[in-house]
């Protein structure tokens, strides 16, 4: 669940996201290339006002349920709908915490997206027999898009999301993916809120332009997948630096821009893996660091704790990791590089995209991970261009289950590295599970010439 904005969003609230609508009613903006993700709709029900939404069918009020929520209470109606936003809206995410409260026979709770008319939408619908189904609903057609066997209790909260782009809808509960299709039955449309002889509470309704972060309601990004240009590959040269910058005071907080003029900046931490080392430095959201080597030890390197830039960094030995991506939406890496990373150079732990480009890395375990049992995961995405790897046993390691992508152009491995490893993520105090490798289309894309072995 996301953290509850002190007031609600509205969609009417144009000045906020104008572009972002503008993409999303156009249709503009998908799930794989979208540089950054906006919310243009939210509604906690803190205010308690449903005025905005379009009631068809059911008895919907707000209710207290350790917060404010809605609530459709009528378990004998047949066909209860909610409905909020435009017919307009193409590609998007739709993402709610929903609970059942009774379930009747062959009744169901749902979340709609792309409701074109009261009768025609797709729907995730939670069903009685401990089962979730991504449907395409036109009339009185239904037809299963995919679906899972699953525990679906009443009093229980779910998070549903479905997201649609052009003819893909996929959909998702509790973060992990329930199914995935194409089907044309609306190319645009509402969201909504559904029940079929059945009740239910729900809450946290949001709206993005681009894929949400299936297991919280926080917003995330798509990659952008920048056009590949003409630039010359990496260098594998390290830079000798110009002076040395002992770090006597503890991390360097960076606001703005720092410029370190290629010295080298040390020491902080032990040179190993031990978690929760400090930093050497800390950027603040929208900080850019450039022309910095980073001595070693460098602990935990760079935190990046909002969106940020890294441009010709240096890591002459990665301690923990060279670089930690924390919150925000869009980080970039351009140029510089690492080595003696024995696990791991850059780590994502917040949502959003991380873009690395001409960049070399040599003796390491991968050049990127997200990661895989943080205390909140999210779907994240990394974009690599230009980059050079020597020495490494995989590119970068994603979470399929949670939806996250990663795009190579221009890649080349000196060695045997595995292009994309795929692994499970699982809740924090568990270890994430290698399931598989290799380009899919839809998490690991990438084709053959786009990746150089030698």
Not at 39 to 63: H, L, M, Y
Not at 184 to 200: D, F, K
């Amino acid at each position: 669940m996301f953290s509850r904005p002190s007031a609600r969003r509205r969609w009417g609230r144009w000045s906020l996201v104008t572009g972002a609508v503008a993409a999303l009613i156009a249709g503009t903006i998908g799930f794989s290339h979208t540089a950054q993700a906006a919310t243009v709709f939210g509604d906690n029900f803190e205010d308690g006002n449903t005025s905005d939404w379009s009631k068809s069918g059911g008895t919907w009020a707000v209710v207290a349920d350790g917060s404010q929520t809605v609530r459709q209470s009528n378990a004998g109606s047949e066909n209860a709908r909610f409905f909020n936003g435009s017919t307009g809206w193409t590609a998007y995410t739709v993402q709610a915490r929903v609970k059942p409260l009774s379930l009747g026979s062959g009744g169901h709770v749902g979340l709609l997206a792309r409701a074109s008319g009261s009768t025609t939408f797709y729907r995730l619908a939670l069903l009685p027999g401990n089962q979730a189904q991504l449907q395409a609903v036109k009339g009185s057609t239904v037809t299963i898009i995919g679906g899972v066997s699953r525990t679906v209790a009443t009093g229980t909260w779910y998070t549903l999301a479905i997201e649609v782009n052009g003819t893909t809808v996929r959909a998702t509960v509790d973060g992990a993916q329930i199914a995935q299709g194409s089907s044309s039955v609306s190319a645009a449309g509402r969201i909504g809120l559904q029940t079929v002889y059945a009740s239910a509470a729900y809450d946290d309704v949001s709206v993005t332009t681009s894929g949400t972060t299936p297991p919280t309601a926080n917003p995330t990004t798509t990659p952008n997948n920048p056009p590949t240009t003409s630039a010359p590959p990496p260098t594998t040269t390290w830079p000798t630096p110009t002076g040395n910058a002992p770090v006597n005071n503890g991390t360097i907080q960076v606001t703005g821009t720092f410029d370190g003029g290629m010295r080298r900046y040390c020491c902080i931490g032990d040179g190993g893996q031990g978690e929760s080392q400090d930093p050497v430095f800390e950027l603040a959201a929208g900080a850019t660091i450039q022309n910095v080597i980073l001595g070693a030890p460098a602990g935990d390197g760079i935190h990046c704790e909002g969106n940020c830039t890294i441009r010709n960094v240096w890591w002459e030995d990665v301690g923990e990791d060279a670089a930690t991506f924390r919150g925000g939406t869009t980080y970039n890496v351009i140029g510089g590089g690492a080595r003696a990373a024995s696990d791991k150079v850059f780590q994502h732990n917040g949502s959003g995209t991380v873009h690395i480009s001409g960049f070399y890395a040599e003796n390491i375990g991968k050049l990127y991970r997200g990661c895989g049992n943080c205390s909140t995961s999210y779907q994240r995405h990394v974009v690599m261009d230009n980059v050079t790897v020597r020495n490494a046993d995989a590119v970068a390691g994603i979470n399929t289950n949670w939806g996250d992508t990663a795009r190579f152009t221009r890649i080349t491995i000196y060695g045997d590295a595995t292009v994309c490893q795929k692994y499970r993520g699982v809740s924090s105090g568990s270890e994430p599970v290698l399931i598989g490798e290799g380009a899919d289309g839809v998490n690991c894309i990438y084709s053959s010439s786009d990746i150089t072995y030698r």
